[in-house]
């Protein structure tokens, strides 16, 4: 939070959090913090995993990405990380995967093929900076799942 950090804020507005089913954002004017404002949306199947927010003539649109609860449970740490490799755990051991990185415009980055895979794999990102999507395509049980990561 700038605020916290002593740095100037911009005029404008900042994502604060999920609260249930509310986006809460904090809205900044003259270097002061204004206003929270809360947009309700409804959780289709899953939780959020990723809110894209843009302001379009004083409109506040938000997108969602949801996470199927028939997703594998994997996950990605550190994230957001500084490192340059990351690893994704809890991966279904003994299945084929192909891992793709893109980029925020859809950019396909970087694709790995892993046969057998162990529950656990570790992918180098040293050239990365910014926002990205891992998707995992199971060969094993022909499922595809994504999430997403920032390299700092």
Partial sequence: NPAILGLPLP????FFGIKDTSI????????????LLEVSFSVQDGEPTFIETSVNSDILNSAFNY???????????????FSNDITMAALKPNHDIVIHISDIKGRLI????????NGSE??????????????????TDKTLSSKKFLKL
């Fill in 11 to 14: 005029d404008g507005f900042s």
């Fill in 110 to 117: 970087h694709t790995q093929e892993i046969a057998n895979c």
């Fill in 122 to 139: 570790v992918i180098s990102v040293p050239n990365l900076s910014g926002l990205y999507t891992i998707k995992i395509l199971d060969k």
């Fill in 67 to 81: 996470t199927s609860d028939t997703e594998s449970p994997w996950t990605i740490f550190p994230n957001p990380t």
């Fill in 24 to 35: 809460v954002y904090r809205f900044y004017e003259n270097n002061h913090v204004g206003s």
